[in-house]
């Protein structure tokens, strides 16, 4: 029947209850300790001797526990607290608290853990009630790592095998030394394929109250990192040269020597922003890409600087041997040039691979230097980047936009000021242009395809300022005719300059243009770079830091949307990617995947940046460039001589009066040979340039010197005397044409009559002179 408590409930037996059952332990441990303390009042209490102590929990192990009982020195310390130990003056009683029972250190292994004493095999209160209490004490006097006195109970097998488990550890333990850890390598890499640098990660570490590694430690992880990345990215473009190979293998691109042909993307960078003036940049690298795979096959670095050289140049520190990364002593401008020829030769050589198209963006002289350099650099094709040269089109037009000086006077502020209006339709018709009439095979192309290629360019200014006599069917408003803003920009003389930068940039490499080819893929490339080399802010061009963020950003080209990473993780750590690289790699992939996706649902239209240079012969719009084919030659002397074609020289003659005052003059001018520069070219020799004299013609410069001056000032004067002095009318003329042979001009002074001209010449160092003959006569004799 269960027990009843005053208020006629029933309750539990206390058994059941935990608050209850640990209260009753409570209870019992104060009885024993209370039990003690009165037995040391009665001195009532013995003690023994460490021996016997020692034997007694031998006994006491073996009894309940079922094994040996270890003991150290600190353990009986630190649990016994003196060494002399006080029991019940009964010592016949063999029972040890279950406190005693330890295990030594140096034999954990050994020792099965379920001979401990623990929560779960714990004494209940009923065993604990039949145990005699115990106390025990230890003194306070005791120093630290004393040696461990009195007699121990041991298995001496198990003792030898851990001493010489212990001897042989120190032969093959490999631990200290230059040992880094996988994550410190790790760490390393992903400041370098982040773009930053010691500096970067240790504030950033810092802010995050994180320890960051030393410098020094950081340059040798650094090196570590830098020879992995740097075999990866050998492999890769290893096995991109392979692709290409047959690739050209299955279309049948071998020439007669056995050699493979591909078409190449390059371009070149440098490790600092030039900013169209600054080209003095320590290291540059250029980079080769074949145009089948869109892979890189070749990368080269030149470094203008080592760091070591430096120091011990100016004393800093002495001579020693060391990897040295200095490699180029000539100007930064020419790097680009020398890392494509090493480029071209090192797949003629290694794997039997030559380059006859090339792809690049005109702005440095490589073709040049291949043909000089490279056996078959004469029969390599230079394609244009129709990018590249829409761009040198569109500055050059910003540039007459820009020109007051020639372009002065009512007429040419209204067209100047229509230019600025129409600049970018103009940029964008001649691109659209070159995509209508591109063709996908990279054969010969028809002549037919260029010469409609020309006509769509030169036709682009008509139709954007409102003459649409000549558009095609792509043109909605070639019904449509708007004579205003094309006769103002006629007769400002600007039409005519924009068809002249049409035929410089454009149709000079239409026979290339008509391809549609672009080096993106070399821009990306160089996006990567500047990523990864801190927006090129940092110079890292020292001690090979260019070299190792050049051949992360190979690995960062090959394997789009960070996907390198994997296999990077994989050579460092020797294991697959734990999950947080995993997610990151997968969330950037699909990422990646939906932006292409994007791209080709809807193609962005963004504005075309026009931007100037300061350039030298190596790089820019002034480096040398190759003749252009025979047969696009002889297409542009057929253009141009039908072009000089007049129908009535007086009308050019009537339009061209003022001479260097009238556009049309100039204009018409620089497109024939002229009487003046007549002497200069029939008295030629042969093996005398004709450069300057050409760029003299074509691009004669507005002189405003003194002497120019003076004679403009004084020419009218000297007229009227002239008609004073022989009472005849002088008459102003224009510039004259030969009919039969268009390509001659003459622009005298003035008409004396029906058969005499006249040419007024005001010497600028005779202005102060009373009789010009004597003066005259005196300068020949000096002479």
């Known amino acids: 029947m269960p027990l009843k408590n005053k208020s006629n409930r029933a309750r539990k037996h206390p058994s059941f209850n ?68 006080a029991v019940q003056t009964d010592p016949s009683e063999d029972i040890v608290p279950e406190d005693v029972v330890l295990q030594n250190n140096s034999m954990s292994e050994a020792k099965s853990l379920t001979s401990l004493r623990t929560p779960q095999n714990a004494l209940t209160a009923e065993e604990m009630s039949d145990l005699p209490d115990l106390c025990i004490e230890t003194s306070i006097d005791c120093t630290e790592n004393c040696l461990p006195g009195g007699n121990f109970l041991c298995n001496l097998s198990h003792m030898i095998a851990q001493v010489r488990q212990l001897e042989l550890h120190s032969y093959s333990c490999n631990f200290g030394g230059t040992y880094v850890f996988n994550k410190m390598i790790k760490c390393v890499l992903g400041a370098l394929s982040t773009g930053s640098g010691f500096s970067q990660e240790e504030e950033k570490f810092s802010v995050m109250n994180v320890r960051y590694m030393s410098k020094d430690k950081f340059a040798s992880c650094e090196k570590l990192t830098s020879e992995v990345m740097k075999s990866y990215a050998e492999e890769e473009m290893l ?36 900013y169209g003036h600054g080209y003095n940049a320590s290291s540059g690298v250029s980079v080769l890409i074949g145009m089948s795979t869109q892979k890189i096959v070749f990368i080269g670095v030149r470094n203008k600087v080592c760091l070591i050289c430096c120091a011990v140049a100016n004393g800093r520190m002495e001579k020693k041997d060391h990897l040295c990364w200095k490699n180029w002593k000539g100007p930064s401008t020419a790097m680009e040039s020398d890392c494509i020829v090493e480029g071209l030769l090192y797949l003629e050589t290694v794997h039997h691979i030559r380059c006859t198209r090339l792809v690049g963006d005109g702005d440095s002289n490589t073709i040049a230097k291949c043909r000089e350099k490279i056996s078959y650099g004469g029969r390599i094709l230079k394609v244009e980047c129709a990018n590249h040269a829409v761009r040198r089109y569109g500055r050059a037009i910003q540039k007459l936009q820009g020109n007051t000086t020639r372009f ?159 296999k990077a993780y994989k050579r460092i750590a020797l294991k697959s990617p734990s999950t947080p690289l995993t997610k990151f790699l997968s969330s950037r992939r699909n990422r990646y995947l939906k932006q292409i996706q994007r791209r080709k649902l809807f193609p962005n239209s963004k504005k075309l940046k026009l931007r100037q240079n300061a350039t030298d012969s190596n790089y820019g719009e002034n480096v040398e460039r190759p003749d252009v084919p025979k047969q696009i030659y002889d297409n542009l002397m057929e253009n141009h001589l039908l072009k000089l074609k007049v129908q009535n020289n007086c009308d050019i003659e009537a339009e061209t009066r003022g001479q260097a005052s009238s556009e049309r003059w100039r204009y018409e001018r620089s497109l024939r040979l002229s009487s003046s520069f007549f002497k200069e070219i029939a008295c030629r020799k042969t093996s005398t340039k004709c450069s300057k004299l050409v760029m003299r013609i074509v691009y004669d ?23 004073k002095e022989y009472a005849t009318e002088v008459k102003i003329c224009g510039l004259f044409v030969d009919k039969h042979k268009p390509f001659l001009c003459a622009s005298p002074d003035g008409l004396v009559g ?30």
Request: aromatic content about 8%; charged content about 25%; hydrophobic content about 35%.
């Open 18 to 85: 935990r608050a209850s059952n640990a209260q009753r332990l409570r209870r019992i441990e104060e009885k024993r300790s209370a039990y003690i303390d009165s037995s040391f009042e009665n001195n009532t209490i013995a003690p023994i001797n460490e021996p016997d102590l020692f034997t007694r929990c031998d006994k006491a192990a073996q009894t309940d526990l079922g094994g040996i009982c270890y003991l150290t020195y600190s353990e009986f310390e630190s649990k016994f607290k003196k060494c002399e130990v």
């Open 239 to 274: 096995k991109a040269i392979l692709d290409e190979k047959q690739l050209a293998e299955s279309r049948g691109d071998i020439d007669s020597d056995g050699y493979y042909c591909i078409t190449l993307i390059v371009d070149g960078g440098w490790c600092k922003r030039s």
């Open 408 to 566: 002065s006077g009512p007429t040419g502020i209204k067209g100047r000021q229509l230019l600025k209006q129409k600049l970018m339709k103009l940029v964008k018709g001649a691109r659209n242009a070159i995509k209508s009439n591109a063709i996908n095979n990279h054969n010969q192309p028809l002549k037919e395809a260029v010469s409609k290629l020309i006509s769509d360019l030169r036709n682009v200014p008509n139709h954007v300022f409102g003459k649409h006599e000549n558009c095609g069917i792509f043109c909605k408003r070639n019904i449509e005719t708007d004579n205003t803003d094309y006769s103002v920009m006629q007769s400002s003389g600007l039409l005519n300059a924009i068809q002249y930068e049409i035929g410089r940039t454009l149709v000079a490499c239409s026979n290339t243009l008509i391809w549609n080819a672009t080096n993106n893929p070399a821009e990306t490339f160089m996006s990567q770079l500047c990523k990864i080399s801190g927006g090129k802010r940092i110079d890292f061009s020292k001690s090979g830091g260019f070299n190792r963020r050049a051949n992360i950003a190979v690995l960062a080209f090959q394997s789009p949307a960070q996907q390198f990473h994997e």
């Open 701 to 723: 410069r507005d002189l405003c010197n003194a002497a120019m001056k003076y004679g403009l000032a004084n020419e009218e004067i000297a007229r009227k005397q002239y008609e």
């Open 754 to 783: 029906d058969d005499g001209l006249i040419e007024i010449k005001c010497p600028y160092s005779a202005r102060f002179e009373l009789n010009l003959l004597e003066f005259l006569i005196a300068k020949k004799k000096k002479k």
